[in-house]
């Protein structure tokens, strides 16, 4: 079955930009989705179809999807930004349509 | 504002069968992809299975063979039944609402969750 890989954790200090990726065989043929998850809340959708903000998701979180690898950027990271960040995709390959998340990444603000 | 609430038992004994409600308000049920996604302490998400806007399903392989999502359109709510259930099936429980009528749509409204323990 396909796999998402994420790097485990990421440490970045404020104002400094935060990246985050997101590994998969041949990712960039799939629309890649990103979700935002504080400790004790539900996930929110930060970035759709690999790049596109959804209405009220701050300018500073953007995203990209090339070759094998999914990248969320956080420009000028904020202390509010440090939560868990799961990445999403579809995959209708290999006779099977299911959904799959990635194994996230827990983003700390120094 | 569309909004989803989880509902259901707290605690399930081993071997029985957890049942779930998710209720839909501020848009249409018809017409949309409507998930189950769980998150068991601790871990990552994983998706359960959706429910299609033609009313078709699709499971996650691991756990097909014990799930059932299905639909009541006049009380805009969609149900999560899932047999047999062991410890490993504690969890957050999280209903989610994807595209309109696309598969690959991301998942952009959530219920808050519910706890599900099995004990």
């Known amino acids: 079955s396909y796999v998402l890989t994420q790097t485990p954790s990421v440490s970045v200090a404020p104002g400094q930009t935060a990246i985050i990726t997101c590994m998969g065989n041949s990712l960039s043929t799939k629309n890649v989705h990103w979700y935002q998850q504080k400790p004790g809340q539900a996930p929110v959708l930060v970035v759709y179809d690999d790049g596109v903000r959804p209405s009220g998701i701050p300018e500073r979180f953007s995203g990209s999807n090339f070759g094998n690898t999914a990248t969320l950027t956080i420009s000028g990271v904020e202390a509010v930004d440090e939560a868990d960040y799961y990445c999403?995709?579809?995959?209708?390959?290999?006779?099977?349509?299911?959904?799959?998340f990635g194994s996230g990444t827990q983003v700390t603000v120094l | 504002q569309v909004q989803l609430q989880e509902s259901g038992p707290g605690l399930v004994k081993p071997s029985e069968t957890l049942s779930l409600t998710c209720s839909v308000s501020?848009?249409?049920?018809?017409?949309?992809?409507w998930h189950w996604i769980r998150q068991s302490p601790g871990k990552g998400l994983e998706w359960i299975g959706f429910l299609s806007d033609t009313g078709t399903t699709n499971y996650n392989a691991s756990i097909k063979n014990r799930v059932t999502i299905s639909v009541d359109t006049s009380k805009k709510q969609f149900f999560l039944r899932l047999t047999s259930v062991t410890a490993a099936d504690t969890a957050v429980y999280y209903c989610?609402?994807?595209?309109?009528?696309?598969?690959?749509?991301?998942?952009?409204?959530w219920g808050q969750g519910t706890l599900v323990a099995v004990s």
């Open positions: 501020g848009a249409s049920i018809n017409g949309y992809y």
């Open positions: 999403h995709v579809w995959d209708s390959s290999d006779h099977s349509d299911h959904h799959i």
């Open positions: 989610a609402r994807g595209g309109r009528g696309v598969a690959a749509a991301p998942l952009e409204f």
